[in-house]
Every structure is written in structure tokens, then in C-alpha cells.
């Protein structure tokens, strides 16, 4: 087992979990195991199935009830609890840095407890849109996304529990190039349109808010109790 697994949710683009299990393969160097959760829902699931991705020790994937992103990924950091470190990629992240995730693996194993992310050639230094995380973080706190937030503002949230612990890294020399529609690197799509409406971004918003008010300093307070920060 490596020492960190990234979780990568998917729905409805297969072609972009081979995409990136390629790119991952070029440029990894065993430090990170790649998990897929695919929803039992998905129409597409069958053509997910059959890609070659999980013929290899490396890769494998999880199928369940459709949970939405943040959701999913607290389910998966708790049902994954053995790792040194987690992480999330979207699947329109492609890792570029030739041994990225032993740098990230190295930075963390440093820190202690830290969260750090790499240049996504579109946020850069400004979010985290792919992270990665020491494992003892999400233990402490019970959850790696913050309760009732489901796709947007994750990244902020996780930026700024990373500030507010004095352990946050941003890492410049770690390519992970996120091919979003925004950077005119994808066409939009019906998952895109769904995430980024109007509704979407007023219902996270809220959670955002109140998470800023009081679920942020709650868990610093569950971090500095737990000797993390």
C-alpha cells in the first residue's frame, strides 16, 4: 500500500478516468494509490468497468449510492482509514510533475499534519483545487469536506482550514493541471451545468458562510486539542 490514496469521484466520463490514469501512470513514482468512486446510478458505469485502468496494482475504484463530491469524499476518508495521507483530483485534474506525489508525500510526512496543493495552470497559489492532506486532519475532525457542502467552496474551505492551522503549503513546482471549461480546456457538460448553477453556488455559499462563522473556528479548536496545530 502506498502512503497516500487521492480519491477521484466520477460521473459520466469515463474517457476522462483513462485520460487521467495515463497521465498518472507517466509521471507518478508509487507514493499514491488512485481511487475512482463511481456511482451504481451511472449510465456509464459499464463503460468505466471496462477500462483498463484496474488491471494494474495502483488503480481501483469503488462503486455505491450517488453521494455527490463532498459527500463522497468524507464517506471515502472514512472508509479508507490507512493511509498517511489522502487526497481528491477531479477527473478533469491530470498530474504533469514527474514524481509529483512523492514530493507531496515528502512535504507532508515533514509537516506532521498539513494540507498542501500544486499549481493547477488556472487558480495557481489562490485555491486548492486539488489537495492533499495528512490523514490525522480528517480523523481528528471526522469529516474531510465541511458537513452539508456538496460541490462548490470546497476548495476555499480547505484553504482556509489550512491558513487557520498555520499548515497550509502551496507547492509551485507540482504541475496538477485542472482542464476545466473555464480555462477553455473542456466542453461544458451536463455535470458541469449541474455544479456550477445558480442554485448550487447560493446552497454551498450559505454552507460556506456558516462554516467561516463557526465551523472553522470549531475545528481548530478539534485540531489544537488533538495537537495538530
Known sequence: MAPMVVFVPSR????????????????????????????EDDPALP??????????????????????LG???????????????IGFMGDDHRPRTPRWDEMVCKVLDGMGAAIVYGDDLLQHERLPTAVFMTSN????LGWMCPPGMVHLYLDDAWKALGEGMGRLRYLPNVVIEHLHPT???????????????????????????????????????????????
Open 71 to 85: 459527500p463522497t469524499l468524507n464517506w471515502l476518508a472514512e472508509s479508507f482509514p490507512d493511509y498517511d495521507a
Open 137 to 140: 486532519i480528517p480523523a481528528a
Open 12 to 39: 459520466g466520463r469515463p474517457g476522462n478516468i483513462a485520460q487521467l490514469a495515463e497521465s498518472w501512470q507517466e509521471t507518478f513514482s508509487w507514493y499514491a494509490d488512485l481511487l475512482v468512486a463511481l456511482d
Open 183 to 229: 480555462a477553455g480546456k473542456a466542453p461544458m457538460d451536463e455535470r458541469y451545468a449541474e455544479v456550477n448553477s445558480a442554485e448550487q453556488y447560493a446552497s454551498d455559499g450559505a454552507v460556506f458562510e456558516e462554516f467561516k462563522r463557526a465551523g472553522l473556528p470549531a475545528a481548530l479548536e478539534k485540531l489544537h486539542t488533538a495537537g495538530l496545530c
Open 47 to 68: 463503460e468505466y468497468l471496462a477500462l483498463d485502468v484496474w488491471n494494474g496494482t495502483w488503480a481501483s475504484n469503488v462503486v455505491g449510492p450517488r453521494r455527490r
